[in-house]
Each structure stands twice: as structure tokens, then as C-alpha cells.
């Protein structure tokens, strides 16, 4: 099999909903490999502690890929302790310029409780607006469902279950099986 036939890994849903002096990251657990379900219980949201300092990361693409860019962030914000804007567009400029880091296929939403980012690899740090932000496969429909609550009474846990819900109601590469972080 040629590597263009090869269908790879494939589909992720991942949000980040910022609302009542939360935020909370949100990923499923499926780990697709064409058009089977390869694994449904998959972590694809993490703590991390890098210097004393706490965030939480979400990754979709290829999760070895997404563990290299953690590593990355994880030092970047030990040489910068507290600052995860600058943490994260230093990781998005080696992202960018790297050759090594030009060939990984991930993308990021990182949060410290205070600043929500979508890192990419095309070097792009975004702050989302109304203070949603998604990705992956499911991404756009997570993202319009939280968004369509965000003026609602639900505090941001249950806003990103229930995008997560109809995220995976929807799109064939998300499941249900939820891993939840609020920081």
C-alpha cells in the first residue's frame, strides 16, 4: 500500500468554552484509522504542571504529534513561567519555522484559566471570539452548538457537554466518551 492510499488516523473533537470565571476544555475518546474505530476511550485532554505553573491542553491530529507539541509548550512555559501568550506564539514561531515541527499534524487549545488559545501549526495563536474555540473533525459542530448557549444560564461545564454531545451526535469520528478538564 502506498503511502497516499494509507488512510490515516483520523478525527477528534476538542473544545474549549470560557464563561463564569471558568474555563473548561472538553475532548472525546475515539481514535479512528479510516472508517474503524480503532479506540473510544482515549485521554486527548491533559493537565499539564510545567514549572509550578497550570494549564490545560487539548490536541487533535496525531496524538504523537500532539505529545511533541506538549513537550515544546511544556518547556516554553518553564522559561517563561505564568505567561501563556508568550509561552504559545514562541511554540507557534517554532512550529512555523522548524522542519521537524513543519511535518507534525496537530492542533492545539491550551488555557491557563485565564487566556483560552488555538495554536496551529501554520503559526497562528488565536484567541477565539464569544470565548468558544474547537477543532477537529466535530470542531465546527461543537463550536455552533456552544455558541448558540453561550447567552444561556449554563455555566461552561455544561455548555461543552452538550456541544460535545451534539458534536458526537453528528460527526462519525467523535463519541461520547468524554474527558473533561475545568480550570
Known amino acids: 500500500m502506498a503511502d497516499s492510499d494509507f488512510p490515516g488516523w483520523h478525527g477528534t473533537t476538542i473544545i474549549g468554552v470560557k464563561k ?3 474555563v ?3 475532548g472525546d475518546g475515539q481514535v479512528s484509522l479510516g472508517q474503524t474505530v480503532i479506540k473510544g476511550t482515549a485521554r ?3 493537565r499539564l504542571s510545567p514549572g509550578g505553573f497550570e494549564i490545560v491542553a487539548g490536541f487533535a491530529g496525531s496524538t504523537a504529534d500532539a505529545f511533541t507539541l506538549l513537550e515544546r509548550l511544556e518547556v ?12 504559545s506564539v514562541e511554540l507557534a514561531k517554532d512550529w512555523r519555522t522548524d522542519k521537524y515541527l513543519q511535518k507534525l499534524e496537530a492542533m492545539l487549545i491550551v488555557t491557563d484559566g485565564k487566556d ?5 501549526g501554520a503559526g497562528d ?10 477543532i477537529g473533525s466535530g470542531g465546527n459542530f461543537a463550536l455552533a452548538a456552544a455558541r448558540a448557549m453561550m447567552d444561556g444560564d449554563k455555566p461552561a461545564e455544561d455548555v461543552a457537554r452538550e456541544a460535545m454531545a451534539i458534536a458526537a451526535d453528528i460527526c462519525v469520528y467523535t463519541n461520547g466518551n468524554l474527558t473533561v478538564e475545568t480550570i
Open 44 to 46: 486527548k485532554v491533559r
Open 20 to 22: 463564569g470565571g471558568q
Open 116 to 120: 483560552l488559545f488555538v495554536i496551529t
Open 125 to 134: 495563536v488565536l484567541e477565539p471570539e464569544h470565548n468558544v474555540a474547537a
Open 76 to 87: 516554553k512555559l518553564e522559561a517563561t513561567p505564568g505567561q501563556l501568550a508568550r509561552a
Open 24 to 26: 473548561v476544555v472538553a
